[in-house]
């Protein structure tokens, strides 16, 4: 959002990552973006954060960024439909999720409160 350019350290640091969907008007998806808020506070130096906002609209996904706190890598691709990271990761579900153990994706999902539950692997 912010011009950042994602590194790759993070990911490689920590042992899990966490990569999800999300727009603004969807509920369920911002209520896993509330929760990867939570995680993040709790785990900070062992999960590495990415969300994606499907929304299309830059300013309104960093408004939405900066008024939810959501201080991780979020990327807002211009091009959702052609998206490389969207596509290889097919993350083209909204909300989706994947939960990330040192390189093996071993959760993915598409529901909140399945998120929830599968988030009980970090505690």
Not at 3 to 14: A, D, I, M, T
Not at 80 to 93: C, G, Q, R, V, Y
């Amino acid at each position: 959002i912010d011009n950042r350019h994602l590194s790759q350290e993070p990911f490689v640091k920590s042992r899990y990552a966490v990569i999800t969907t999300f727009t603004p008007w969807s509920a369920q998806s911002m209520d896993i973006q509330h929760k990867m808020r939570s995680l993040k506070r709790q785990h900070q130096d062992d999960i590495a954060l990415l969300s994606f906002c499907l929304d299309g609209n830059q300013k309104r996904c960093a408004d939405i960024v900066q008024r939810d706190t959501l201080n991780w890598y979020v990327a807002c691709p211009k091009d959702l439909i052609n998206d490389a990271a969207l596509k290889t990761l097919d993350l083209l579900a909204l909300p989706s999720y994947l939960i990330i153990k040192q390189g093996t994706i071993i959760k993915r999902g598409t529901e909140a409160r399945d998120f929830e539950t599968d988030c009980k692997i970090f505690k």
